[in-house]
């Protein structure tokens, strides 16, 4: 686990975090210096005092690529909770580099020493416990199982009897018959001799209108011929 801080003029800018651990833990993470500025290269020390006024000296490793420095916290960096100061020194021949200090917690562990178990279920127990709940599951998927609408013996025959036509007509049984069509005009025979009938001229025939106004002058003749006759 990687914990990274970053220094900008000299002073903790950025950080993952300023918790360095738990007392007691012996999980071990990484502390990741970097510069915002530029790579400050030398010999690079941690140096920290602790609660109690205590102080000490870590020389850190530099990364391959000289881009950070690296320090592992092992367990005697955690062997008591409370604020640690820290100060990042980085040695260059006669020059000296120095962050503005900083602090990190060492949190408090609760460190237990009674077991409570008497009220609590052992291991064994909650695994009974978790096989019931199981088969209690089963059981009630079992029901739903059941109470769902299954098929009569009528029901599944019908379904099993159903037809399986295929859809093409020479799948058919009992087919009808169809009548030969063989000897029938075609329909282009029709048209063609509809085309050869020749309809007659009716140039110089009388019109409808023309035979309705001659009726008409004729009945008007005939009828004034026998007005007079009966005046003769």
């Known amino acids: 686990m990687e914990n990274r801080l970053v220094f900008e003029k000299k002073e903790l800018k950025k950080y993952d975090s300023k918790?360095?651990?738990?007392?007691?833990?012996?999980?071990?993470?990484?502390?990741i210096f970097l510069f915002e500025d530029g790579f400050v290269d030398g010999i690079c020390y941690?140096?920290?005092?602790f609660p109690s006024g205590r102080k000490y000296s870590i020389e850190t490793e530099k990364d391959e690529k000289n881009e950070c420095y690296k320090l592992e916290v092992k367990n005697s960096l955690l062997k008591k909770d409370g604020l640690i100061r820290m100060q990042l020194k980085i040695v260059n021949g006669t020059a000296v580099w120095k962050s503005i200090d900083f602090e990190m917690h060492v949190l408090e562990a609760i460190n237990a020493v009674?077991?409570?178990?008497?009220?609590?279920?052992?291991?064994?127990?909650?695994?009974?416990i978790r096989m019931q709940e199981i088969e209690t599951g089963f059981?009630?998927?079992?029901?739903?199982?059941n109470s769902l609408n299954v098929p009569s013996e009528e029901e599944r025959e019908v379904w099993n009897n159903k037809s399986d036509f295929s859809g093409d007509y020479e799948d058919l049984k009992n087919k009808p018959e169809m009548p030969s069509i063989e000897g029938l005009a075609s329909e282009n025979f029709v048209r063609e001799k509809i085309n050869e009938i020749e309809i007659p001229s009716v140039e110089g025939l009388a019109t409808i209108e023309y035979v309705d106004n001659v009726v008409g002058?004729?009945?008007?003749?005939?009828?004034?011929?026998?007005?007079?006759s009966e005046v003769i």
Do not use: H
Not at 19 to 31: K, R, W
Not at 217 to 228: C, G, P, Q
């Open 19 to 31: 918790v360095l651990g738990i007392s007691g833990e012996n999980e071990q993470e990484m502390l």
């Open 46 to 49: 941690l140096e920290l005092e």
């Open 114 to 128: 009674e077991s409570m178990e008497e009220e609590y279920p052992s291991f064994v127990e909650l695994t009974k």
């Open 139 to 145: 059981k009630q998927l079992d029901e739903r199982v």
């Open 217 to 228: 002058n004729v009945d008007s003749l005939l009828f004034n011929i026998a007005e007079e």
